[in-house]
């Protein structure tokens, strides 16, 4: 056992290094084949043990950055949460892979599992938290292609696949037969995206992002917001003067990033002056991230579109506040564990309305979805704006409140591969970075440091095209969801064939009943 929860430990390091500022995406099927290898043999409950030790040693590290500034105590419960998903994973993985003296390592059945995981992890509770998601480790990986015709949900199967196809290659090693054919399945997954195209054509535009930065790291950058704001307002005026001057080129969109005023300038005069004399200045228009005093006594965390010489024209409110975040659920009884809740004040509205920005430009109306901030990571708050005929995606976000973690760098990557997923150029900008241009293949342009005051600006392709992973939807999962309950229907039906010298339909006697007994708790 000792040896399984060394393996167990190892796999959920390696799942933790693929990810960014890390990012060696070819540690995630490593990881998998880890965990496939450390549950197969054992039962049900040690497999709950491996796969709970292997998600302390991914999420601990991997969410380190979710305890920056508010302490362990919310991290290490956001950890360990995340971790019992894969606990009850690995429970169901060493089950399905058979009794403990006919084990076998199933690469299908470790693939649909793993996507079955991950969404319920993204969908409960409380709307789920779907971060480093194996999809996500793979926006440097040549498996990107995949996510281009069967979505995130895809790349994931066909990470956890690999790992899969890995582990059998170690588990038949004895059985040169069945190893070989094992190795031949994974090299052919690697290279099959080799042979997907990802276009890149459409009508140019020229767009641009202002991070404007903050002056002080942490939860504090709050109580300077006149200061944020004025941040964005004099750099895009600076970022005026020199297209005036001939210096730059003139903008179809100008986007800020979420909290770029936290001052409501639907019912703050100065603040609505300096937004519209900037806006004014760029002559071009712009999407503003703002917190809404409404509806009273909530907040909302908006993006706001405003045109030249008309002002405020179109607004959008997120549809996915963050729990323990933006909101505190059931506010009384967690204030019992740690009283870091009371740091949310006044609690988000959510929005109801998909984000669709009509945006007009000299060669036509563009429409834009804003997405603001962790929504990136939502497969059907990404995919609704794109249905509704957004030709490109705005991700707003503010990562003052995660320091130079690696927080910025994973969001980053999850709109790299929405861009491939969607078929559409992402602009994604934050207050302190990291923020870049993303053409449809996932290529970040321009990528930014750090708290520093930057400008992207640059032309980006707009597509009109639904990919074939937005028409599959929601199908991949569901055809995963399918598979782990067919795979544990047969399990079922083979339960009582894995004893050897019992044949169902032979007179039960009572020997024979009691061996049955004892196969079922084992099993």
Aim: charged residues 15%; hydrophobic residues 50%; contains cysteine.
């Amino acid at each position: 056992m000792l040896r399984r929860l060394i393996l167990a430990a190892v796999s959920g390091i390696a799942l933790w290094a693929a990810f960014p500022t890390i990012n060696w995406w070819w540690l995630a099927p490593l990881g998998v084949a880890g965990l496939a290898l450390a549950t197969r043999g054992t039962r049900a409950r040690g497999g709950v043990l491996t796969g709970f030790l292997t998600g302390l040693t991914f999420f601990v590290p991997g969410l380190a950055w979710s305890g920056t500034y508010v302490g362990h105590v919310p991290w290490f419960a956001l950890a360990i949460t995340e971790s019992l998903y894969l606990a009850a994973m690995g429970g169901l993985l060493a089950w399905l892979q058979g009794p403990p003296a006919a084990a076998r390592v199933r690469p299908l059945i470790v693939a649909v599992v793993w996507v079955v995981q991950e969404w319920l992890r993204g969908t409960v509770p409380f709307g789920g938290f779907p971060w480093l998601q194996l999809a996500w480790s793979q926006a440097d990986s040549p498996l990107l292609p995949i996510t281009r015709y069967a979505g995130s949900t895809g790349l994931t199967f066909a990470v956890a696949l690999l790992g899969g196809l890995l582990a059998a290659v170690v588990h038949d090693r004895r059985t040169p037969g069945m190893a070989l054919a094992a190795a031949g399945a994974a090299v052919a997954l690697g290279l099959a995206p080799l042979a997907l195209s990802v276009p890149l054509d459409g009508r140019p535009m020229q767009v641009m992002g202002i991070q404007g930065n903050v002056p002080t790291a942490g939860l504090e950058f709050n109580a300077q917001r006149r200061a944020v704001l004025d941040n964005h307002v004099r750099l895009t005026e600076k970022v005026a003067a020199e297209i005036a001057d001939g210096q730059r080129r003139q903008p179809d969109l100008v986007v800020w990033p979420e909290n770029s005023s936290d001052i409501d300038p639907l019912r703050n005069a100065d603040a609505a002056t300096e937004i519209v004399r900037a806006v004014n200045a760029i002559k071009a228009p712009t999407i503003i991230g703002a917190v809404l005093q409404q509806p009273s006594p909530k907040l909302s965390n908006a993006s706001l579109l405003y045109l030249p010489e008309q002002g405020l024209t179109q607004t959008y409110v997120k549809r996915h506040p963050v729990p323990f975040a933006e909101y505190i659920p059931y506010r009384s009884f967690f204030r019992f564990f740690s009283t870091q809740v009371d740091l949310v004040r006044a609690d988000f509205a959510a929005g109801d309305q998909v984000g669709l920005f009509q945006v007009p430009t000299a060669r036509g109306t563009v429409r834009v979805t804003p997405i603001i901030c962790f929504e990136v990571a939502y497969d059907d708050l990404v995919r609704s704006g794109v249905d509704a005929g957004a030709q490109l995606i705005a991700v707003q976000t503010n990562n003052a409140t995660f320091g130079y973690s690696a927080e910025s760098a994973q969001q980053l990557a999850i709109s790299r591969v929405r861009a491939v997923e969607f078929g559409r150029s992402v602009i994604h900008v934050s207050t302190v970075g990291i923020s870049a241009l993303i053409t449809p293949d996932g290529t970040a342009h321009q990528s930014t440091s750090l708290f520093t005051a930057a400008v992207l600006d640059g032309t980006v392709p707009l597509r009109t095209e639904q990919t074939p992973a937005d028409r599959l939807g929601m199908a991949p999962i569901w055809v995963a969801v399918t598979g782990t309950v067919v795979a544990a229907f047969l399990r079922l039906r083979r339960r009582r064939a894995d004893l050897p010298g019992i044949v169902e339909d032979r007179p039960r006697t009572a020997d024979t009943q009691s061996a049955l007994d004892k196969l079922d708790r084992k099993t």
